[in-house]
């Protein structure tokens, strides 16, 4: 009977509560009898969500990029050696939190011991520069050559022959996670 007499108090409670918080948002009557409306407007079902535009200065991210990885370098970050093992071909991509298509598995990584990498597609290198390991965040900075390209920091996670990169929002790539599969060589297109 005790325990029954709970279980109805607890359901009365949370009806009572609900009932409360759906009555908070409706038009309030002030005491001089006027009524004022709600200011927030409700979200509708069919409205269309924007993703929010951050402008980026390139120049200021290179320089902050760079900077880091150097005394991520100078404090002798201890590279992985699940990083540098041979090359890791991404299998998988989900941008905005919707997967994208891979139509031909052909984008790859090389990490190398002396903190240089390169990224490329197939048998087309399309960028390499330094990279960085910070173990205390458990993120890798890269940071390419080509003055026209962007700094990017992911955070690592790893599982035997995988690695998987979630963008960070230090450089606008937050939106991004990478699934790469580690494999000798890298692909060749056929």
């Given at each position: 009977?005790?325990?029954?007499?709970?279980?109805?108090?607890?359901?009365?409670?949370?009806?009572?509560?609900?009932?409360?918080?759906?009555?908070?948002?409706?038009?309030?009557?002030?005491?001089?009898?006027?009524?004022?409306?709600?200011?927030?407007?409700?979200?509708?079902?069919?409205?269309?969500?924007?993703?929010?535009?951050?402008?980026?200065?390139?120049?200021?991210?290179?320089?902050?990029?760079?900077?880091?990885?150097g005394e991520l370098m100078a404090s002798e970050q201890r590279i992985p050696e699940y990083m540098t093992l041979?090359?890791?071909?991404?299998?998988?991509?989900?941008?905005?939190?919707?997967?994208?298509?891979?139509?031909?598995?052909?984008?790859?990584?090389?990490?190398?011991?002396?903190?240089?990498?390169?990224?490329?597609?197939?048998?087309?290198?399309?960028?390499?520069?330094?990279?960085?390991?910070?173990?205390?965040?458990?993120?890798?900075?890269?940071?390419?050559?080509?003055?026209?390209?962007?700094?990017?920091?992911?955070?690592?996670?790893?599982?035997?022959d995988v690695i998987v990169l979630s963008g960070t929002p230090k450089f606008g790539n937050n939106n991004m996670?990478?699934?790469?599969?580690?494999?000798?060589?890298?692909?060749?297109?056929?």
């Amino acid at each position: 009977m005790g325990k029954n007499l709970i279980i109805i108090l607890m359901i009365l409670s949370i009806f009572v509560s609900c009932k409360n918080v759906s009555n908070s948002g409706s038009d309030k009557t002030s005491d001089s009898g006027t009524s004022t409306v709600q200011d927030i407007e409700p979200v509708r079902e069919d409205a269309e969500l924007k993703p929010m535009v951050i402008e980026r200065n390139l120049t200021e991210d290179r320089s902050k990029a760079n900077k880091e990885i150097g005394e991520l370098m100078a404090s002798e970050q201890r590279i992985p050696e699940y990083m540098t093992l041979n090359y890791y071909l991404v299998d998988f991509i989900s941008e905005g939190g919707k997967p994208r298509d891979i139509i031909d598995l052909g984008e790859w990584y090389k990490f190398n011991k002396n903190n240089t990498y390169e990224h490329g597609f197939f048998s087309k290198l399309n960028e390499k520069g330094k990279f960085a390991f910070n173990t205390s965040s458990g993120t890798v900075l890269l940071y390419p050559e080509q003055e026209t390209s962007a700094p990017e920091e992911w955070k690592v996670l790893n599982s035997k022959d995988v690695i998987v990169l979630s963008g960070t929002p230090k450089f606008g790539n937050n939106n991004m996670q990478k699934h790469l599969q580690n494999v000798k060589e890298k692909p060749v297109l056929k």
